[in-house]
């Protein structure tokens, strides 16, 4: 059986040119800084956001984990959104790695405003941790891929450089954000002072995040990824496959947004299921299943019967995710199945 893989955008598998990419890659010792084409896939993602340098990392997670140890000190605060990736998936790293405190805000899709931000802001006295980073996600996984309006991003930036916090940005998937509401990349780079983006999710790469933001904030978590183990030598192959998407899978993310839209039109159509078709707004569906017709396991089950592969978020919510390696004759199976066996 063919499985059409739904459960995530991590799943893809690298497409013949990007493995002749990565074939070809010339490599030297990154650690060293002598690999060309880690070199050249971090300025090229530098100058993408608009920053002075960047650093290519193993994954998203640790890209996230050095950002925050890099802004902060032991006894510090970070404020997040409740649902967010470093908070929920991170396996407590921001407590095990730097020593610092999570603030948790409670998120609209995934979103946090300044004004929540602002009564979350410590005061200065040596009984309270010191406020010290904002971190954002965007798009928002657990929200389903909503994305955080620029407009709301701005004010967060200017109101955290009158009050000297970071702002630390968990681009995952940044470049979905970007397809779908047309902002440019630089003006995302200039609300935060550092960004991390992946290139294993909807770009397609095998493995990969970079960590992006200012030469002495790079130079300081150049030294944090070596301590966390993320130094790697001949790197060049794997910054290969990500150079290789950046130049040719950026514009088709539109194919997983119209093809998610699809899904989400569909489940919301079945009695029993609710898909707040507003955060269907990239790669990613949430189908809510609380009114008790089915569980979100049974929901897998289900699918999985039909040779379709989803993720349970809990026991109520549905995860599907689209991606470069669908097709749409798969999304159309997955279209009749939904109608065939949610009656």
Not at 128 to 152: M, V
Not at 158 to 173: I, M, P, S
Not at 190 to 196: E, G, N, Q, T
Request: glycine letters at 8%; hydrophobic letters at 40%; aromatic letters at 6%.
């Amino acid at each position: 059986m063919q499985w059409v893989d739904l459960r995530s955008d991590t799943v893809t598998q690298p497409t013949a040119a990007m493995r002749e990419a990565i074939f070809t890659a010339k490599v030297g010792d990154d650690v060293y800084g002598e690999d060309p084409t880690v070199n050249a896939l971090q300025q090229t993602v530098a100058d993408l956001f608009g920053k002075e340098m960047a650093l290519f990392v193993p994954s998203g997670t640790m890209s996230n984990q050095i950002a925050i140890k890099s802004h902060t000190e032991p006894g510090d605060e970070v404020i997040c959104e409740q649902d967010c990736h470093c908070f929920n998936y991170e396996g407590g790293g921001p407590a095990l790695l730097s020593g610092v405190q999570m603030r948790p805000l409670p998120g609209r899709r995934g979103m946090i405003a300044v004004e929540q931000i602002e009564n979350a802001l410590r005061m200065p006295n040596d009984h309270f941790p010191h406020s010290r980073l904002i971190t954002l996600e965007n798009t928002h996984n657990r929200a389903g891929g909503t994305i955080f309006p620029i407009d709301e991003m701005e004010l967060i930036a200017l109101f955290a450089r009158q009050h000297k916090l970071a702002v630390h940005l968990d681009g995952a998937r940044i470049f979905n954000a970007h397809i779908s509401s047309g902002v440019p990349l630089r003006r995302y780079g200039d609300c935060v002072d550092s960004i991390s983006i992946c290139l294993s999710k909807g770009l397609g790469a095998p493995v990969g995040s970079v960590l992006v933001g200012s030469s002495q904030f790079i130079q300081r978590a150049h030294r944090f990824r070596k301590i966390f183990g993320g130094g790697m030598r001949q790197a060049g192959i794997l910054a290969a496959a990500g150079l290789y998407a950046l130049q040719n899978h950026v514009e088709r993310l539109r194919e997983d947004h119209q093809r998610a839209r699809l899904l989400a039109e569909t489940f919301a159509a079945v009695e029993g299921a609710a898909v707040d078709l507003e955060s269907v707004q990239t790669n990613i569906v949430i189908v809510d299943f609380s009114a008790g017709r089915w569980t979100a396991p049974q929901a897998v089950t289900i699918l999985q019967e039909e040779g379709v592969l989803a993720s349970a978020f809990s026991t109520t919510r549905l995860r599907l995710v689209t991606h470069l390696n669908l097709t749409d004759l798969q999304i159309d199976k997955t279209v009749e199945t939904i109608k065939r066996r949610f009656k």
